[in-house]
C-alpha cells in the first residue's frame, strides 16, 4: 500500500461559478481570462487553481499575481539550487542535490514517505532542468523527467512569469504528469481505499441535492500537490537566504495549514523536526556532488 501511495501522493479553485481557464500554456499569461480569473478568485487572493485530467495525463495549474518583483522571482526560481529548496518543503522530499554535468544541469530528488526517511531508503528520480527563457521581461523554466516508478511517466513542472509592475509579478505554475496502464491500476486502487476521502479545491462534482462539492480522485491529488508546490514557490521568495531555512519551513506549513481538509498530513512540531533532519541529510548528500 505504501508503494501505491508514494506514487499517488508524490510525483508528485477555482469556483463552479467563475468562467474557466484553459489548463495549458497556449493562453498568452497576461491574457483578460487569465486576469478575469484570478480577480474572480474565490480563495480571497490573487490565487486561481484549476486541474483537467484525460486518459493518459492529469494537470494542475495556478495562476497567481505575487507581490514579489520580478528580478527576485527570476533570480530565486531560474537556478537549480533554488528549485531544490522549494521542492524540499514538501512532506514527500528526503533531499534534493542539484549538478551540472557538460552545460546540462539536474536534479535529484530522492521521494519517499510523509514522515522521516533517509535518502538512502527513499526513491531517487532525477529531474532534467531548462531554463528556456530568462530576460527582463519574461522567465520560462521546465523540470522533466521522463519516467517515474509504476508506470508514471512525462512528470513535469513549468514556470512561466512576467512583470506587471515594478513591485508585482505573474506567475503561471503548471504540475503534470503521465500514466500508463500500471499507474492507472494503482491510482484507482488507491483511490478506492485510503484515498476515497481525499479532496481537492475545485467546486465542480454535485451530489443527489445539486450542492456542488470539491473535486476528488486524480484531479483532488494533483490540486493538493500543485498548491503545495505553489506555497514552497512563495515561502522560497519570501525567505530565499540560507540562514532563513526554518523560518521558510515554518511559512511553508502555516501556509498550507490554511486549508487542513485538503492539505494537513502532520502537526507543525513533527514536520519541523523532520525537516531538520532531512536538511542534515541533504547538506551531507549535495557536499558529496559537489566534492
Given at each position: ?76 526560481v531560474g537556478s537549480p539550487k533554488g528549485w531544490c529548496e522549494i521542492l524540499f518543503l514538501h512532506y514527500n522530499i528526503k533531499a534534493c ?110 451530489d443527489l441535492d445539486g450542492v456542488a462539492e470539491p473535486v476528488g480522485g486524480v484531479r483532488g491529488m494533483i490540486e493538493r500537490n500543485t ?65
Amino acid at each position: 500500500m505504501f508503494r501505491l501511495f508514494l506514487l499517488i501522493s508524490l510525483l508528485l479553485v477555482q469556483s463552479a461559478r467563475s468562467e474557466p481557464v484553459r489548463a495549458d500554456d497556449d493562453l498568452p499569461l497576461d491574457s483578460d481570462a487569465v486576469l478575469e480569473a484570478i480577480h474572480a478568485s474565490p480563495f480571497g487572493e490573487p490565487i486561481h487553481l484549476e486541474s483537467k485530467q484525460t486518459k493518459r495525463e492529469v494537470q494542475g495549474q495556478v495562476h497567481a499575481i505575487l507581490d514579489i518583483p520580478f528580478v527576485e522571482l527570476s533570480e530565486a526560481v531560474g537556478s537549480p539550487k533554488g528549485w531544490c529548496e522549494i521542492l524540499f518543503l514538501h512532506y514527500n522530499i528526503k533531499a534534493c542535490v542539484h549538478q551540472r554535468e557538460d552545460e546540462a544541469a539536474s536534479l535529484a530528488v530522492f521521494i519517499g514517505r510523509k514522515y522521516y526517511q533517509d535518502p538512502e531508503v527513499a526513491r531517487q528520480t532525477r529531474l532534467g532542468f531548462t531554463l528556456e527563457e530568462q530576460t527582463e521581461n519574461r522567465l520560462a523554466v521546465r523540470l522533466e523527467a521522463d519516467r517515474g516508478p509504476l508506470g508514471v511517466r512525462a512528470f513535469q513542472i513549468k514556470v512561466r512569469a512576467i512583470p506587471l509592475d515594478e513591485e508585482r509579478s505573474l506567475m503561471r505554475l503548471s504540475y503534470s504528469l503521465g500514466h500508463g496502464r500500471l499507474a492507472r491500476f494503482a491510482m484507482r486502487i488507491y483511490f478506492a481505499t485510503s484515498g476515497r476521502h481525499r479532496i481537492g479545491f475545485t467546486m465542480e462534482d454535485v451530489d443527489l441535492d445539486g450542492v456542488a462539492e470539491p473535486v476528488g480522485g486524480v484531479r483532488g491529488m494533483i490540486e493538493r500537490n500543485t498548491m503545495r508546490f505553489f506555497f514552497a514557490i512563495t515561502s522560497y521568495l519570501h525567505l530565499p537566504d540560507p540562514h532563513q531555512q526554518q523560518a521558510r519551513h515554518v511559512h511553508w506549513f502555516e501556509q498550507t495549514e490554511r486549508y487542513p481538509e485538503q492539505l494537513r498530513e502532520m502537526d507543525q512540531a513533527a514536520y519541523l523536526a523532520q525537516k531538520r533532519r532531512e536538511r542534515q541529510n541533504q547538506a551531507a548528500w549535495q557536499a558529496k556532488v559537489d566534492g
